[in-house]
């Protein structure tokens, strides 16, 4: 009897449209297309990627960007603005040190709670992210689209009172705290004082749910975030049903320095930056293999600290072009096969282990076959 495939749940974090696709984005946009396009190879329609701006966009970081705009740029037309203009009103948003308090984020989180509105000047991003997507041949998660969390935050908190894996202080002033301190770790809030919800409160509406419809749970984050995906790792494993994994990335350092985005990013480091200098350098298959193969093969997790290189990006788009041209060997094995090889063991494709085996040297792997499912 043939064991069943198992329902396999990709949800990496979302990068909030607020500013332009910087490398550190794209890197971690790669290996999540890689991941889930390897895994469907495996599992078919088994496998789901779990993407909704909307969930996250009454955060203070999305919604405060939102209401600073309104406020001191309301008579500005943004309709057309480049990712780099709303970049440099993102960084003086940042910058100026004057949050917004709840009261003046209130009708913004009603028109997304309400509504799943999303602001003009993040649809325009989103919409210019569809088209980086497209030029990339990344699967497009939805990042238009009006998403529901999967639960009100109220049935939240009480989904995880239920098991004892929060502590509700709201009715003496306090915030929501996230308790798994029986697996070893403090305290953590998942609210402001006042009860809005943070990051980690919202990817709870859509992950609870998941726990019962998936058998595995793929976590995707930044190294500045792990203390958050480990605490959101033991509330789903404490949850029982699906295993939650976490997959750890590193930030693309350059020169060294690992730079965040609310301080800026010139045009070269940005997605639309590299469309500009490799739309003519390669081919489209090239380029689009030869992306990945630097970003997730040869830049890895990160452990290394190796900074972005544009020099090796343009050798590694070159090398792609090269592997393309040739044929698959009659001796190399089938597909499926060497794709299954790649995962340790767990449900979902390691996009580091499946894109190194396809630079070994002397082994005869499937390139072509593998590189039409998942690559290209």
């Known amino acids: 009897m043939t064991a069943p495939r198992p329902r396999v749940l990709i949800a990496p974090i979302t990068v909030t449209p607020t500013k332009a696709l910087g490398l550190s984005h794209l890197k971690g946009l790669l290996w999540v297309d890689v991941m889930y396009r390897a895994t469907r190879m495996l599992h078919d329609r088994d496998v789901d990627y779990l993407y909704s701006n909307t969930t996250f966009n009454g955060t203070r970081q999305t919604a405060g960007f939102w209401e600073y705009l309104d406020r001191v740029h309301g008579d500005a037309d943004l309709s057309t603005a480049t990712e780099d203009e709303v970049g440099v009103l993102y960084t003086e948003f940042q910058s100026r040190g004057d949050p917004p308090g709840d009261a003046a984020l209130l009708p913004y989180v009603r028109a997304v709670e309400q509504t799943g509105w999303t602001h003009p000047v993040s649809r325009?991003?989103?919409?210019?992210?569809?088209?980086?997507?497209?030029?990339?041949?990344?699967?497009?998660?939805?990042?238009?689209a009006?998403?529901?969390?999967?639960?009100?935050?109220?049935?939240?908190?009480?989904?995880?009172?239920?098991?004892?894996?929060?502590?509700?202080?709201?009715?003496?002033?306090?915030p929501v705290y996230l308790d798994a301190t029986a697996q070893g770790l403090p305290l953590r809030p998942a609210t402001s004082a006042t009860g809005r919800p943070n990051y980690l409160g919202c990817a709870l509406r859509d992950l609870l749910p998941a726990v019962e419809d998936y058998d595995d749970i793929v976590l995707l984050h930044d190294r500045e975030?792990?203390?958050?995906?480990?605490?959101?790792?033991?509330?789903?494993?404490?949850?029982?049903?699906?295993?939650?994994?976490?997959?750890?990335?590193?930030?693309?350092?350059?020169?060294?320095?690992?730079?965040?985005?609310?301080?800026?990013?010139?045009?070269?480091?940005?997605?639309?930056?590299?469309?500009?200098?490799?739309?003519?350098?390669?081919?489209?298959?090239?380029?689009?293999?030869?992306?990945?193969?630097?970003f997730v093969a040869g830049l890895g997790k990160g452990e290394n600290g190796q900074s972005y290189r544009e020099d090796l990006l343009r050798q590694t788009v070159e090398r792609a072009a090269a592997l393309l041209a040739r044929d698959d060997p009659p001796s190399a094995p089938d597909a499926l096969e060497f794709v299954r090889r790649q995962t340790g063991g767990r449900a979902h494709v390691d996009p580091y282990r499946l894109t190194s085996a396809l630079l070994r040297r002397h082994q005869r792997v499937p390139l072509r076959a593998v590189a039409s499912d998942v690559y290209l």
């Not at 992210?129 to 497209?134: E, L, T, V």
């Open 225 to 294: 975030l792990t203390e958050d995906y480990v605490l959101l790792q033991k509330l789903l494993g404490a949850l029982g049903g699906a295993r939650a994994h976490r997959v750890c990335l590193d930030r693309v350092p350059l020169d060294g320095e690992v730079r965040s985005s609310r301080h800026g990013v010139a045009h070269a480091h940005t997605v639309a930056g590299l469309a500009d200098a490799l739309r003519d350098h390669a081919p489209p298959e090239a380029v689009r293999l030869g992306m990945r193969l630097y």
């Open 146 to 174: 009006t998403r529901r969390p999967g639960l009100e935050f109220e049935e939240t908190v009480e989904q995880l009172a239920k098991h004892g894996l929060c502590l509700d202080t709201r009715d003496d002033g306090g």
């Open 124 to 144: 325009r991003l989103l919409e210019l992210w569809r088209g980086h997507f497209a030029w990339l041949g990344m699967h497009d998660p939805g990042l238009t």
